[in-house]
């Protein structure tokens, strides 16, 4: 094992850790203000399709899938995982420039669930308010959603769908926001004849073909910074 993999893999192990912590601490915060502490939704057996949903992923885990993927063309350190100040998210940076990436996961539904038609689907949402700035000016250089389509919690499988400002356009413009939220809502997955598609837009399907794992674009921005 070649040592950017071993510092890529205890860096995996250093955010999972800190993901557990912050768990804990919300929990601690909850038990001592009174609260009971919720039992997470994707556990609960129903009706409710948001029972079927499996396959959840953290945002750490997902800054390390991140790195993973780009760990021949940007350096790991150079990716980080976002303020609230910035939007969360993550930021690729050398120093010179930046770049702000909204990161967005989600687990899967199975074919079983939604559609025979699909391998599997994730679904993700965003409200007009976090894609936009002050100066209705995109907020992100980058959109960015993830689908682990995996059951096995050691071994998560991530699809990434990766936008930049021009094909985030015109992926909003076949969509209108719902709600006083303004939210817009995504199906991203794959079909069992092995294309990536956003499903949510029943009138239509609107094929991703080229936006699945497009980490090529980030790299090019990041070699301009």
Same mark, same amino acid.
């Given at each position: 094992?070649? =040592?950017?993999r071993?510092?890529?893999?205890?860096?995996? #192990?250093v955010l999972?850790?800190?993901?557990?912590?912050?768990?804990?601490?919300r929990?601690?915060?909850?038990?001592?203000?009174?609260?009971?502490?919720?039992?997470s939704?994707a556990?609960k057996?129903? #009706?409710?399709?948001n029972?079927k949903?499996?396959?959840?992923?953290s945002k750490?885990?997902?800054?390390?899938?991140?790195?993973?993927?780009?760990?021949?063309?940007?350096?790991?350190?150079?990716?980080?995982?976002?303020?609230?100040?910035?939007g969360?998210?993550?930021?690729?940076?050398?120093g010179?420039?930046?770049? #702000?990436?909204?990161?967005?996961g989600?687990?899967?539904?199975?074919?079983?669930?939604?559609?025979?038609?699909?391998?599997?689907t994730?679904?993700?949402?965003?409200?007009?308010?976090?894609?936009y700035?002050d100066?209705g000016?995109?907020a992100?250089d980058?959109?960015?959603?993830?689908v682990?389509?995996s059951?096995?919690?050691e071994?998560p499988?991530?699809?990434?769908f990766v936008?930049d400002?021009?094909?985030?356009?015109?992926l =909003?413009?076949?969509?209108?926001?719902?709600?006083?939220?303004?939210?817009?809502?995504?199906y991203?997955?794959?079909?069992?004849d092995?294309?990536?598609?956003?499903d949510?837009?029943r009138?239509?399907?609107?094929? =991703?073909?080229?936006?699945?794992?497009a980490?090529?674009?980030?790299?090019?921005?990041?070699?301009?910074l």
């Amino acid at each position: 094992m070649g =040592l950017d993999r071993i510092i890529l893999d205890l860096q995996d #192990k250093v955010l999972k850790l800190s993901d557990e912590v912050e768990a804990l601490q919300r929990e601690v915060a909850e038990l001592k203000n009174g609260k009971p502490v919720p039992v997470s939704t994707a556990a609960k057996p129903g #009706k409710n399709i948001n029972s079927k949903i499996r396959g959840s992923i953290s945002k750490n885990e997902l800054v390390g899938a991140v790195r993973r993927n780009l760990a021949d063309k940007i350096p790991a350190e150079d990716i980080l995982k976002g303020s609230r100040k910035e939007g969360s998210g993550i930021v690729i940076t050398n120093g010179a420039g930046k770049l #702000k990436i909204s990161l967005r996961g989600s687990g899967f539904y199975g074919k079983d669930d939604v559609s025979s038609r699909m391998m599997y689907t994730g679904f993700s949402t965003i409200s007009k308010k976090t894609i936009y700035d002050d100066n209705g000016q995109f907020a992100y250089d980058f959109f960015v959603f993830a689908v682990n389509h995996s059951d096995d919690a050691e071994q998560p499988d991530i699809d990434f769908f990766v936008f930049d400002q021009d094909e985030f356009k015109h992926l =909003l413009d076949a969509k209108s926001p719902s709600g006083k939220n303004e939210m817009y809502y995504f199906y991203f997955g794959k079909t069992v004849d092995g294309h990536y598609i956003d499903d949510r837009e029943r009138n239509q399907e609107i094929i =991703l073909d080229v936006d699945h794992d497009a980490w090529d674009k980030v790299v090019v921005a990041y070699d301009k910074l």
